[in-house]
């Protein structure tokens, strides 16, 4: 039998209780040992759930107790999180996440203090929501050179950008349809600068490639330059528009890392993932082109990806999940501009000779070239719009 | 430092060997522990090969060397492959396998005797060839009730399937350049007849569900039936054929398995898995629906998948990899004809009022109905063919 506290008992950690409780005998028999939640660290009023008895309010409690061996967070952000997993990973606990702006930022920390003390420090959440994806990464393809991981990872954009293609709404309409629907925050800034999304590659990069790669460091554009023009020319192209977070090994070793509004051609999977649905592509050099598709976000996916990985805990008890995520090498970042594609451009004057005209508006798709080169060949002055297509 | 011997090296065997030599490093970096190829159990002569100097024609010198702890089996078939694994069981190794023939119908019996010996025994690359679809279902997403796996398991009818529907091709042209492409064996049996698919899905419903379904127990219809008219008819509809693997539990627990051609409506992603890939779709409780997508055969992804499972194995040296698959329960096998779907259904005569006609063939989809329900509303002699329809 293994104990279990959660903290932080919001949306996803309510899910978690849940599935934890009501789920028991399934999860015993699967796993062929019991897991008993022991404690909800919460400081709201909780007094009226079916988990009251379980609530406590001080950290103390978990950390000194001995049965408590893995702990689930979910409070989120990089302040107390921070902390109360420290103490709990050097406490001698294994912790389970789904916080990507802690893991993309502290995870290499966390990782080696984990390390250190011989337990688990697990994320399966942070990325993807409950669609297994860094298990499968870091296990079932350790035996391939990953070369690329690219994908959609942040849902309320793919919302966003859906309902421009689909419905021909404006950005601003769609926007207000996705915080109506719950699917966007009241300050969407995280989504639609692609902050989240750009957490979330970052995690990707590093578990594919062993380095860290902080958000900082990557160039990071969001959807609030697509206009409605551009979702008309994408549809004239034959794509659709995604956001995309992507991560590239070249033979060197060499990374390219970036997260930027891309023109899919509509014969790839990836362009016919549409709503709030998240996917993500690896590139392997043995196993070629392999795809994880589900739902990014929400109560249940994401704590069904957090219980997943707590079983995993249980499973490795006497001994830590080992996962090789190692320091940060500058000199294997490569700059994004340099990053050859071919590149769907909206233009003004004479620039190009057009492919396609949309009452007046121009566009072309051109031949591959880097960021910089496409800049010159059609003048900052003359560009509109400017997207990777991708290949 | 763990040591490995490979069982058979044709296609995929040789695929492991050099994975193992080749990225011997890179994974020793992964794993933090290096794994080293002992031996090749091989009769053909291996003289040139550049890895002549582990050969041996002996699985006694296996067997008996405490050395080696991880097997992997490359052999096929359920003859000498089913005696070597036995016996690396009972000798405690861990076993690997990509061999779904041997798994769909020992698998229960292997493995019992690996965890009454404290050994793995694993098979990963037995569906869905490199595509992580088993280890995601019984570790990621194990907080989840399954209530449905479905998918495209097999890449020859895919392919054979996808070249009707996109050149016009007939079945014979298709089977044709399958076999020239080498996607198709010169006996195709096995694979258009559904019984390749089906030892797949028999393999996902073990796992799924806990409980050993056998594939003698599972009708199967494979795509000799599926006619150029069909094609034409799918297009109509704005579907695709696909050759569907699928087990649904209902709420009583009851499990329907089952293989056959289905429509797909196009705007499924998995109407759009075309050529040799593979598709494998999992409906969980609290995940909703995941797609795992890749390749579903070839040297370097079933070797991929393998390597992954041998570096699981050393992973979890000191305990077996736990797999939740019981013996055979026939009272929870539900009759498939039950299953109640929309029907494509072409037909003769007036049995119905045609939805689409094309060159005086009439086709309809139908209401949900059992097959039962079906074949009687239209009555048999006037039904030229009828497939399920996804939903």
């Known amino acids: 039998m293994k104990k279990v506290a959660v903290m932080g008992c919001g949306i996803v950690g309510t899910g978690i209780v849940e599935i934890l409780t009501d789920k028991k005998d399934d999860i015993a028999k699967k796993l062929g040992e019991e897991i008993e939640l022991k404690y909800v660290l919460e400081k709201r009023d909780c007094s009226g759930e079916k988990f009251a008895d379980k609530v406590i309010d001080d950290i103390n409690i978990i950390l000194s107790d001995s049965e408590v061996s893995i702990v689930a967070e979910c409070i989120g952000g990089i302040g107390i999180a921070y902390e109360f997993i420290k103490s709990c990973l050097l406490a001698g606990k294994s912790v389970v996440t789904c916080n990507k702006h802690l893991v993309a930022e502290k995870g290499l920390e966390l990782l080696a203090i984990a390390r250190e003390k011989g337990v688990s420090f697990v994320f399966e959440a942070s990325v993807g929501g409950g669609i297994p994806i860094l298990r499968p990464l870091t296990n079932c393809l350790a035996g391939n050179r990953i070369n690329e991981v690219f994908g959609i990872i942040n849902g309320t954009t793919n919302y966003i950008l859906t309902q421009m293609a689909q419905c021909g709404q404006s950005f601003e309409e769609a926007l207000a349809d996705a915080q109506r629907l719950g699917y966007a925050e009241a300050d969407p800034t995280a989504d639609v600068e692609g902050i989240d999304a750009c957490r979330k590659i970052c995690i990707l990069a590093d578990l594919s490639f062993g380095h860290n790669i902080p958000p900082a460091a990557v160039k990071t554009q969001g959807i609030t330059c697509v206009s409605g023009i551009d979702s008309a020319f994408a549809e ?151 997207f990777r297509v991708l290949d």
């Not at 930027?260 to 050099?285: E, I, S, T, W, Y």
């Open 236 to 386: 004239a192209f034959a794509c659709s528009i995604k956001l995309l977070g992507r991560t590239v090994r070249d033979e060197k070793g060499m990374v390219t890392t970036f997260v930027a509004p891309h023109f899919v051609p509509k014969n790839a999977l990836l362009a016919n993932v549409n709503g709030v649905m998240n996917a993500v592509v690896v590139r392997g050099d043995s196993v070629g082109e392999c795809l994880f598709y589900g739902a990014g976000a929400g109560r249940y996916p994401t704590a069904s990806a957090m219980v997943g990985d707590i079983i995993d805990c249980v499973r490795h008890s006497d001994g830590c999940l080992y996962i090789d995520w190692g320091g940060e090498h500058r000199e294997l970042q490569a700059d994004s501009d340099e990053f050859v594609s071919r590149w769907y451009v909206r233009f003004k004057g004479d620039a190009a000779k057009p492919q396609q005209s949309i009452e007046e508006e121009k566009a072309v798709i051109t031949e591959p070239m880097s960021a910089y080169k496409m800049r010159s060949a059609f003048g900052e002055e003359n560009i509109l719009s400017a």
